[in-house]
């Protein structure tokens, strides 16, 4: 059988700038800088396998026998989900790339760090030395780059680099967080400079490749990976489903393996590390009931307190539900939580809640945004 995962390698790669949308130095990069970060190849399996054709093709054609960067992959442009691999895939690609060619000037900066410097060379009138910078590096490389959007002139500057450099056929990559075809926030002109190149959608990894990522995570740490050790910590368990599902949740797994000082990955260091991390993505009541409270404007005081105003006992009830539902505490210690109250009247609160949510379409739908909302709270790295 033959394997549907695939290994792209990559230059270094700071875990900041894995994490979060600005802090990246825009200029030049040595090789021997970046060289020493982590990671150092990307995994992807069948689900992402035009990332690999890109990645090549834009290998291929630069620095051989003089050819340049195809118009038809110039802008390069990720775009997906948080935890499918984008800013990981630009910020490698610029280490490579300067790691490769080391006499290259490559540049890289988040869209935070583009309205920044832009912002600061307006006050300087510098504005035309920054768009040369920029224009004239061997490899452009613009990670986040949607926090721009809404921003007249940033967009408008960043249409004009983009329009320079594949006149000029030098390569630039971008991520973003969504299709440029249709954005909500771009403007038109500037998504049209994106669609000019090649878009690129990614998927969260497969669970092939997320089995490769965690043996590699854990044979950098000195963890022994057990096969089902591996398959249960990626399966979590019946009652919520996986609950790691990217490169970087995988790794705070690790790291927490390692520091619990597990030698190896198998059936009880994975269970340890599911019960650890299910807990602590468990929302506290303090934090349901202040969700809760924002929705039906009332105070932490009123929902445990004694009113029984028709209203607030409505309230108090979708929060006692969804406390249930997700804190994973007892009806004793949810009704202790809201005011002294007894199990009994927790238990009747949330069947009440259930009853009137299919009864009652719009309080249906009032309550799975409120649980949609909670979920993706609890659900961010």
């Given at each position: 059988?033959?394997?549907?995962?695939?290994?792209?390698?990559?230059?270094?790669a700071?875990?900041?700038?894995?994490a979060?949308?600005?802090?990246?130095?825009?200029?030049?990069?040595?090789?021997?800088?970046?060289?020493?970060?982590?990671?150092?190849?990307?995994?992807?399996?069948?689900?992402?396998?035009?990332?690999?054709?890109?990645?090549?093709?834009?290998?291929?054609?630069?620095?051989i026998?003089?050819r340049?960067?195809?118009?038809?992959?110039?802008?390069?442009?990720f775009?997906?989900?948080?935890?499918?691999?984008?800013?990981?895939?630009?910020?490698?690609?610029a280490?490579?790339?300067?790691?490769q060619?080391?006499?290259?000037?490559?540049?890289?900066?988040?869209?935070?760090?583009?309205?920044?410097?832009?912002?600061?060379?307006?006050?300087?009138?510098?504005?035309?030395?920054?768009?040369?910078?920029?224009?004239?590096?061997?490899?452009?490389?613009?990670?986040?780059?949607?926090?721009i959007?809404?921003?007249?002139?940033?967009?408008?500057?960043?249409?004009?680099?983009?329009?320079?450099?594949r006149?000029a056929?030098?390569?630039t990559?971008?991520?973003?967080?969504?299709?440029?075809?249709?954005?909500?926030?771009?403007?038109?002109?500037?998504?049209?400079?994106f669609?000019?190149?090649?878009s690129?959608?990614?998927?969260?990894?497969?669970?092939?490749?997320?089995?490769?990522i965690l043996?590699?995570l854990?044979?950098?740490?000195?963890?022994?990976a057990?096969g089902?050790?591996?398959?249960?910590?990626?399966?979590g368990?019946?009652?919520?489903?996986?609950i790691?599902?990217?490169?970087?949740?995988?790794?705070?797994?690790v790291?927490w393996?390692?520091?619990?000082?597990y030698?190896?990955?198998?059936?009880?260091?994975?269970?340890?590390?599911?019960?650890?991390?299910l807990?602590?993505?468990?929302?506290?009541?303090?934090?349901?009931?202040?969700?809760?409270?924002?929705?039906?404007?009332?105070?932490l005081?009123?929902?445990?307190g004694?009113?029984?105003?028709?209203?607030?006992?409505?309230?108090?009830?979708?929060?006692?539900?969804?406390?249930?539902?997700?804190?994973?505490?007892?009806?004793?210690?949810?009704?202790?939580?809201f005011?002294?109250?007894d199990?009994?009247t927790?238990?009747?609160?949330?069947?009440r809640?259930?009853?009137?949510?299919?009864?009652?379409?719009?309080?249906?739908?009032?309550?799975?945004?409120l649980?949609?909302q909670?979920?993706e709270?609890i659900?961010?790295?």
């Open positions: 059988m033959v394997s549907s995962i695939f290994t792209i390698p990559l230059g270094g700071t875990e900041e700038s894995l979060t949308d600005g802090g990246a130095d825009w200029s030049h990069a040595g090789a021997a800088e970046v060289s020493a970060r982590a990671p150092q190849q990307y995994v992807g399996s069948d689900e992402n396998r035009l990332v690999e054709a890109a990645i090549n093709t834009l290998f291929a054609s630069n620095h026998d003089g340049a960067t195809p118009d038809s992959i110039n802008p390069i442009v775009f997906g989900p948080g935890g499918s691999g984008k800013s990981l895939l630009v910020v490698g690609v280490a490579r790339w300067q790691a060619y080391p006499s290259d000037e490559v540049i890289q900066l988040s869209g935070v760090d583009l309205v920044h410097k832009l912002t600061e060379a307006i006050q300087v009138n510098g504005v035309e030395e920054f768009k040369n910078r920029l224009a004239l590096a061997s490899l452009l490389v613009i990670d986040d780059v949607h926090v959007a809404g921003r007249g002139t940033a967009e408008e500057f960043l249409c004009g680099i983009l329009e320079g450099r006149n056929s030098r390569p990559l971008i991520s973003l967080d969504q299709s440029p075809a249709g954005h909500e926030r771009l403007s038109q002109r500037l998504a049209g400079r669609l000019n190149g090649l690129i959608p990614l998927e969260l990894p497969g669970q092939q490749a997320l089995e490769l043996i590699q854990a044979d950098s740490v000195s963890i022994e057990d089902e050790g591996c398959r249960l910590l990626l399966a368990n019946p009652a919520t489903g996986p790691f599902k990217t490169p970087r949740q995988i790794r705070q797994a790291l393996l390692a520091a619990a000082r030698a190896q990955l198998d059936v009880e260091a994975a269970d340890a590390a599911l019960a650890h991390f807990q602590a993505k468990m929302p506290t009541l303090k934090f349901i009931s202040s969700l809760v409270g924002r929705r039906f404007s009332v105070t005081g009123q929902l445990q004694a009113s029984r105003k028709q209203g607030l006992v409505r309230a108090r009830s979708v929060a006692m539900l969804l406390g249930k539902r997700h804190s994973g505490l007892s009806y004793v210690q949810i009704g202790k939580y005011g002294g109250r199990h009994s927790v238990i009747h609160a949330c069947r809640t259930e009853t009137k949510a299919q009864e009652d379409s719009g309080f249906r739908q009032s309550l799975s945004v649980e949609n909670l979920l709270t659900s961010t790295e």
